[in-house]
Every structure is written in C-alpha cells, then in structure tokens.
C-alpha cells in the first residue's frame, strides 16, 4: 500500500539524505528547552510559512546537544507530495513501524509530525503510542483550533503548545544581520529605522525577510495568501464560495485597525451575517486577521459592539490590500498589536468612550494597560491632543490601567501620568519577544 515509503522517509531525516538545516535560530526555540524530554506532547502553531518546519529542526540540534542520536529522531512531512494521497492513522503507523525496523529498533522515540491537521484523529495515534513506547511527539499545525479541538480533546494536560509566528522586529534585525539596540533614544542608527520601514512594509515571514528583489518578495507574499485561504481554510472548512472568501480576507486585511460591523460586510458581499462570522472565524484560525472586542465585563455589551481588526502579518496585508493610501497610522497600530500578542496577559481589548482607546491590556479582571498609537508627524496638530484625550478619558475610567502613548514620529510633550515611546523601542523591548511567557499559549 504505501510502496517507497522508507525511501520518502529518508528524503525528510538526517539518518537519511536531507542534513535538515535549521537556519537562524527563533526566539520561541529557547522557550521550548524545559520540553524536550518531558512526556508531554509539544505543539507548535502558527501561520504557514511562518517558521514552524525550521524550528522543529532547532529543536532536533537542541536533542542532538543533549546527546540523542538523529537515527532516534522521526520528522514526517506530512505535506510532502508522496504521502498526500496516503494521509490517515494507517499512514502514522506504518511510517513508524518503517523507521523503528530499519533504524531506531530500540530506545526512546522522538517524533515530529509537520502539519499534522491534515491527518485525522492523529491525536488517538500520539497518546496509544505515547503510552505504549514512552514516544515524544512534536507537531506542528497552521490552524489555531488545532489547539482547543485536537490538541486538548485526548490530549488534555499532555501537551504543552507554543506560537511560532511571523518575526518579531528584533529577529529580523537579527535576520538582517544587525544588532538589536539598547540605547534609549528617540530615533535609532539609520540601519535600523530602515529597516523598521521593511517591517511595516513587508511583515515578518522568514522567507520574505531575506529576500533580496521586492518583486520576489510581493510573488512570495501573494502565494502565501492563496496557500492559506485554499489549503487551511477552504479545504479544512469545505468552503465552496472561494470568491466570497477571498473578498473578505482582502476587505479585513485592508481595513487592518478599523473597526468591522458584520451587518455592513454581510450587505456588503451579499452574505448572511452567519455566514460571514463563519468565514471571518476561519480566518482567524488560519492567523490571517485578529479580532479585538470591546472592553467590557458584561458579555453582552461585547457581543454587541463591533470588533477591531488587525492583520498578523503586515506584509501579507500590503500584498492584497485594496486602498490607494499607504495606511502608515493603521499599519503602526497593527505592528504594537501584533507585539503585545506576544507578551503574557489576560486579552487585548479596545475600548471607546468619547474617544476611543486604541488597545486595552487585560490582566485578571482588571485593565493593567492602556496604549495609543499614533504616527507622531500630523502637520495639522490636531492627531496629538486626540489621543491625549482618549487616554485621558481611558484613564478616568480604568484609573490603575498605565497609559502609554507609542508614536513613529517625534515624541510629544506629554502629561507626567504618561508614557511616551518610540515605535522602535516598544517593539525591541526585551520582554516582548524574548521571554518564555511570551511564547506559552494562555491557559496551557
């Protein structure tokens, strides 16, 4: 049934033919240190393209390091073209029953399986071996929901996941081969502020970032957005409008930091309100957009105001987006979102009063932070005082919540129960994207 297997095993280990280079180390590797040989399953999500198969390939340098041997390693592409015809529990089986023959017969197991939503019921397969062979399992999947639907069905209190997204603005600095800054000034060196621009241009995935020509980068770029919408939503949902699909993706991403009334996009694409919640949902999954609600301890109020939306990756967003203008307010706010989605806390709201609230930090039940983002060079002078306002007004009603303003510009004169910062320096401060915190999954 499953022919050449061994031979398309080998082609994806290095007891094989493929030496698996791991590139440039990720931020969230070192996070994942304390799990290496623990019993619990370790899962690894993020968009596609993001990084996912590289850090796998991290973690084996790291179990080579501590001395095990690859020949006890297992890495099954489960994308791979000779196997998607294949896919299924039988599939799992044989492969490693394959690999314990001809190679590891004895000893722990370690096994990492890329992609593995596309095998169904592969969590039965991970715990009966787990419990058989004391097997290690690594898997990687593009879909959020693989973590509260597969990952905790059978898995509960087994596994430990962790996100692995589009680079923060310290890894491409670092991916660009510069050093991340430490002195506290306003503008950094002209290397690094160019490359802030990159960031805000071109979003963080891996293989874009190192791209040297922009026509590759936008080719890139433009496949990861058909891979995505067809591959992990449209095949995993069964979506059969594709057209309805994508123009809702492009009008989120476009609208990145705006505000979405599902009534208006329902009326807008001739879609039930249902129907378009469903898809948004999808999408959201599949870490193409972000939905921030309304801040409010009463469900219902949430429920009844709209949502803000930012895109995961800016890069992405600018490839597809319809507008005629270059967004950089929308954009700077999307990347400081984007950020504290990688820090720990309790949710990122907005919120709005007179004014609104650009985002809002949960902790327990209380607000602990209240940011403004603007982009600092407004010739009318009228955007300044806005946002001092609403932070002002924020802070009437959240009055613990630390109020932060974060600006591309210059910094403004602000009230002392203020902070002001920099865009560069709030996205390399070292405990956004650095920490283990910030890369655990709330509630895991």
Not at 213 to 238: C, I, M, N, P, Q
Not at 367 to 378: C, F, I, K, S
Not at 380 to 400: D, I, N, Y
């Amino acid at each position: 049934m499953f022919g050449d297997l061994f031979d398309t095993l080998a082609l994806w280990n290095r007891w094989g033919s493929n030496p698996l280079v791991s590139g440039l180390r990720r931020d969230v590797t070192a996070s994942m240190r304390a799990y290496l040989e623990t019993p619990e399953v370790v899962g690894l999500i993020g968009p596609r393209r993001a990084g996912k198969t590289t850090v796998l390939f991290q973690v084996m340098d790291d179990l080579r390091a501590l001395g095990v041997p690859d020949q006890a390693m297992l890495h099954l592409n489960l994308e791979e073209p000779a196997l998607s015809t294949q896919l299924g529990v039988a599939l799992l089986d044989e492969a490693y029953e394959t690999w314990r023959r001809a190679i590891w017969p004895t000893g722990r197991a370690f096994v990492f399986l890329d992609e593995v939503q596309h095998v169904p019921e592969w969590e039965r397969w991970v715990r009966a071996r787990a419990a058989r062979d004391g097997l290690k399992a690594f898997v990687t999947g593009s879909s959020s929901a693989l973590l509260s639907r597969e990952l905790g069905t059978l898995l509960t209190g087994r596994h430990v996941s962790f996100r692995v997204m589009p680079l923060s603005f310290p890894e491409l600095l670092r991916f660009q081969g510069l050093d991340v800054p430490t002195v506290p000034t306003v503008r950094p060196e002209p290397p690094v502020d160019r490359a802030l621009d990159d960031y805000l241009r071109w979003g963080g995935f891996p293989e874009v970032v190192l791209a040297q020509d922009t026509g590759r980068k936008e080719r890139l770029l433009r496949e990861y957005f058909d891979d995505v919408l067809y591959k992990d939503v449209a095949l995993r949902h069964s979506v059969r409008d594709l057209p309805a699909l994508r123009a809702l993706a492009v009008a989120l991403l476009t609208e990145t930091s705006g505000l979405v009334s599902w009534t208006r996009m329902a009326a807008r694409f001739g879609l039930s309100q249902d129907l378009v919640r469903a898809y948004a949902t999808y999408l959201e999954e599949a870490f193409v957009v972000r939905f921030l609600p309304y801040y409010s301890l009463k469900a219902a109020e949430r429920q009844r105001r709209p949502q803000k939306v930012h895109a995961v990756d800016l890069g992405l967003r600018n490839a597809v987006a319809l507008t005629g203008s270059p967004d950089c307010g929308r954009l700077i706010e999307t990347a400081v979102a984007n950020e504290l989605a990688r820090e720990p806390h309790d949710g990122v709201y907005y919120w709005k009063g007179d004014h609104e609230v650009d985002l809002v930090v949960r902790s327990a039940n209380d607000v602990a932070r209240l940011v403004q983002v603007t982009q600092g060079d407004d010739p009318t002078g009228k955007a300044m005082p806005r946002e001092l306002q609403a932070l002002q007004e924020g802070g009437a009603a959240f009055p613990s919540a630390r109020r932060e303003l974060v600006t591309r510009g210059v910094l403004p004169q602000a009230p002392a129960h203020v902070s002001t910062t920099p865009l560069w320096r709030f996205l390399c401060k070292p405990d956004a994207s650095s920490s283990t915190a910030s890369s655990r999954l709330p509630g895991r």
